[in-house]
């Protein structure tokens, strides 16, 4: 048996912006959304970027304190590029909701993380060609090109004890979970 992770319920308290910068900054889609428990309770709307998944959030409107949560670091997505990292970089800065923005890479993935406005964290990334062993962070440059990047990414953790192709790496987890 293999556990797919599948969503997170988050608890919001504006619901309306929430769902504005989920969907229309991020790209998700609403599948559902009604009171939780006939007329009258909590709202609870369902979100997904994922044909796969009916939601990979569900924000619940019952939260009453701001700031962020104690518990919960971040939640991150992968994307298929580069190009989508660096989209995705440019839609935050145009809409300004967003807080906390740091391009991090951690050898074997190039960043951007944020708050959403509710200061929930999320982190937007792909991957590089490369496996790092980690932890590893440090800040990357969205200005340098694919190819650039690629290079500086090299130089920096290739003297990583792990260091080698993110292919080999994932070829040696699916031996892993087979
Ligand atoms: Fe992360």
Same mark, same amino acid.
């Given at each position: 048996m293999a556990l797919e992770f599948a969503h997170a319920l988050i608890y919001v308290v504006d619901m309306d912006d929430m769902i504005d910068f989920y969907t229309n900054v991020l790209g998700f889609t609403v599948t559902d959304r009604d009171p939780i428990a006939g007329e009258g309770s909590?709202?609870?709307?369902?979100?997904?970027?994922?044909?796969n998944h009916h939601h990979q959030f569900?924000?619940?409107?019952?939260?009453?304190? $701001?700031?962020a949560s104690n518990s919960l670091n971040h939640l991150a997505f992968r994307v298929g590029s580069l190009t989508d990292v660096k989209a995705t970089?440019?839609?935050?800065?145009?809409?300004?909701?967003? +807080?906390?923005?740091?391009p991090v890479t951690h050898g074997n993935a190039w960043s951007i993380y944020f708050t959403d406005?509710?200061?929930?964290?999320?982190?937007?990334?792909?991957? +590089?060609?490369?496996?790092?062993?980690?932890?590893?962070? +440090? $800040?990357?440059?969205?200005?340098?090109d694919e190819a650039e990047l690629t290079a500086w990414t090299e130089e920096t953790f290739r003297d990583n004890g792990r260091f080698g192709p993110?292919?080999?790496?994932?070829?040696?987890?699916?031996?892993?979970?087979?």
């Open positions: 909590p709202e609870v709307a369902f979100l997904t970027s994922d044909p569900a924000f619940l409107q019952t939260r009453k304190e $701001s700031g970089i440019e839609t935050l800065e145009t809409d300004g909701r967003a +807080t906390k923005m740091a406005p509710e200061g929930n964290g999320l982190e937007v990334f792909c991957d +590089t060609p490369f496996h790092v062993a980690q932890p590893q962070a +440090t $800040s990357w440059d969205p200005n340098l993110i292919g080999d790496f994932y070829s040696s987890q699916q031996e892993l979970f087979a």
